[in-house]
């Protein structure tokens, strides 16, 4: 990939070649994937929309708000990949345009995990207030909320990234990455704190609520089994989610085990934590969060198959 400085007149070449039919082959692997679980989502959405009984309660609408999250992250993260891989290098001015949905996305996905807890908890351990507190106004009001913490997390980078970089550096190319575009030492330092806050914030959450639930359910005398493997699902769930905020270390730890003859190794380290990190979260959420319910997955399974059921007229005319 060739890698070119803003801020000089000297290009760096960095080459990350690989064989021709590698790339396409991981390139239609990682677009198959996407389809699919677009699709899926897709379906979901579609669901959720068609019967009112999902609108009028809480923990669908922050569901199905996490499937219309993934499916923007997706498709970014899907296109931000082809991109590097088939291109290398981008103009910055658009590569801002198209990472800061990708960001926006990524940081929504562990703040909505937070409070789908929040509202288990809720249910669970303060059932009588749940009409109360978990309304359908209030339940849009918190998804504002996910919306603006991750704009405030954003936006600062852009006003430093205009405010610093000379015209030059965004009418340039440059690999699309975050740290290749927000370069600032300002912008790389709200990021680490950024993500360290919002690490404590969402494991502390759900920490303490999935203890409380674990606590009521066995008091209660529930089937605490069920309840302890919902709970291993979900901190799964968020365990794939929360592996992006890692993932500048761990291209660190591959560089540094790598040498740099090593190329193709390191564009298959590159594919994998790709795989890993951006497409199984993706991959799971619907799983974990969607077919795993009754209610929702009884109706889904009508769209998902194409299935149409349509009523014939049992009278039929005579000749």
Not at 58 to 86: E, G, K
Not at 130 to 139: A, D, Q
Not at 243 to 264: A, D
Request: overall charge positive; proline content about 3%.
């Amino acid at each position: 990939m060739n890698l070119t400085l803003g801020d000089s007149n000297v290009t760096v070449r960095v080459t990350y070649h690989d064989t021709l039919f590698t790339t396409v082959g991981r390139n239609v692997t990682v677009v198959i994937l996407g389809i699919t679980i677009n699709y899926i989502n897709a379906t979901m959405l579609h669901t959720f929309n068609k019967h009112r009984i999902f609108k009028l309660n809480a923990r669908y609408i922050l569901f199905i708000h996490l499937v219309f999250n993934d499916m923007i992250q997706l498709t970014t993260s899907i296109f931000l990949y082809i991109l590097a891989t088939v291109f290398n290098t981008i103009y910055v001015s658009f590569c801002v345009l198209i990472i800061i949905p990708a960001i926006l996305t990524t940081l929504n996905t562990p703040l909505n995990l937070a409070f789908m807890a929040a509202e288990c908890y809720i249910a669970v351990c303060v059932p009588l207030r749940y009409n109360y507190i978990c309304t359908v106004r209030r339940t849009y009001i918190v998804i504002a909320v996910i919306w603006t913490v991750s704009s405030l997390s954003v936006l600062p980078d852009v006003f430093i990234l205009l405010a610093t970089e000379p015209l030059q550096f965004l009418n340039s190319q440059a690999y699309c990455s975050r740290d290749t575009v927000f370069r600032s030492t300002y912008s790389l330092k709200k990021r680490d704190a950024s993500h360290i806050l919002c690490l404590v914030v969402v494991w502390f959450t759900l920490f303490y609520t999935y203890i409380r639930i674990m606590f009521a359910a066995k008091a209660a005398n529930a089937d605490a089994k069920k309840t302890r493997n919902t709970l291993l699902l979900h901190g799964f769930q968020v365990l794939l989610c929360m592996m992006v905020y890692v993932q500048p270390m761990l291209f660190q730890v591959l560089t540094n085990l790598f040498p740099g003859e090593e190329k193709s190794v390191y564009l298959l380290c590159m594919y994998v934590t790709f795989v890993i990190i951006q497409i199984l979260p993706c991959f799971a959420s619907p799983i974990v969060y969607g077919l795993r319910d009754k209610t929702f997955r009884k109706y889904f399974k009508r769209y998902f198959f194409c299935t149409i059921t349509i009523n014939t007229q049992t009278n039929r005319t005579k000749k």
